[in-house]
């Protein structure tokens, strides 16, 4: 997917979330702004976060995110 989106400078980072433990941050360096920024994020769901929705505790939930925005500017080149 990343590749496919122009992004073949990849980084991940272990982050913390309030909803998530283990998180992780997925950054891809944008050339035209000189940084990395933030292109996705994803964890393992706290059990007190899927208590409320009925989920029994002896099941993992994962969560995952991909920005839109941020791979679409880096794949043409915006710099705002």
């Keep these: 997917f990343f590749k496919k989106m122009g992004m073949e400078k990849l980084r991940f980072k272990p ?10 941050e997925i950054h891809s360096y944008h050339e035209g702004l000189g940084k990395w920024v933030e292109v996705g994020n994803s964890g393992v769901f706290r059990p ?8 029994p505790e002896d099941v993992t939930v994962i969560a995952w995110g991909l920005s839109l925005e941020r791979p679409t500017m880096i794949r043409y080149g915006i710099k705002n």
Excluded: V, W
């Design 15 to 24: 982050t913390h979330n309030p909803y998530t433990t283990p998180s992780l």
């Design 48 to 55: 007190e976060m899927i208590r409320p929705m009925g989920i």
